[in-house]
């Protein structure tokens, strides 16, 4: 198991089906596949502890960090399975905790950009939006970016295995002089 994780929605349901006692789902909105998937886990198991916590503003969906079918079927399954669908505006980051396994993400604005394409890959192959953490998660998240004190060597890290060089950074600059960000 990586701790850098590529999430997209499949990552999100396959994390769903897997839980028994709890789920806990934290983000700024859901899209309907996940939603789905929350809904037929709490069909399969009459004792699941579920809480959500999401941003319902409309923006929300706008931007892309949910839908409208999904928004609607997680208020139709609070109020069928009698689970609290909680609101937090302004939610921007998004946490799954299935039973003991912690996966914290940073949602994709839809409208922007695509949604991530792998399933649990590994870093190398995509571009990692998430951690799957488990029970030590200090000790994990340290092995995985080479910390300083751990035994693993940077390029056996999972992330992190190229120098940023000056030549990089000034790359960088370079393009941000031509093309500037535009102010929101």
Not at 35 to 62: M, S
Not at 101 to 119: K, M
Not at 148 to 160: C, F, K, M, R, S
Not at 162 to 174: A, C, F, G
Request: proline share 8%; hydrophobic share 40%.
């Amino acid at each position: 198991m990586s701790t850098f994780q590529e999430v997209n929605d499949a990552s999100l349901i396959e994390l769903i089906g897997r839980a028994r006692q709890r789920i806990v789902f934290v983000a700024p909105g859901v899209h309907q596949p996940v939603a789905e998937a929350l809904g037929k886990r709490l069909a399969e198991i009459d004792q699941l502890q579920v809480t959500v916590v999401i941003d319902p503003d409309e923006d929300v969906c706008r931007i892309g960090y949910g839908d409208t079918k999904g928004l609607e079927l997680l208020s139709t399954y609070a109020n069928r399975q009698s689970f609290a669908l909680m609101a937090q505006p302004g939610l921007r980051v998004g946490v799954l905790l299935a039973d003991d396994v912690t996966l914290v993400w940073s949602p994709t604005p839809r409208s922007v950009e695509p949604a991530p394409l792998g399933i649990f890959a590994a870093p190398s192959q995509g571009s990692p939006n998430g951690l799957l953490l488990g029970a030590n998660p200090g000790e994990q998240l340290a092995h995985a970016v080479s910390a300083a004190g751990t035994e693993t060597l940077p390029l056996d890290a999972e992330i992190g295995v190229e120098v940023v060089t000056k030549d990089r950074v000034q790359k960088t600059l370079d393009g941000l002089a031509k093309n500037p960000p535009i102010p929101v």
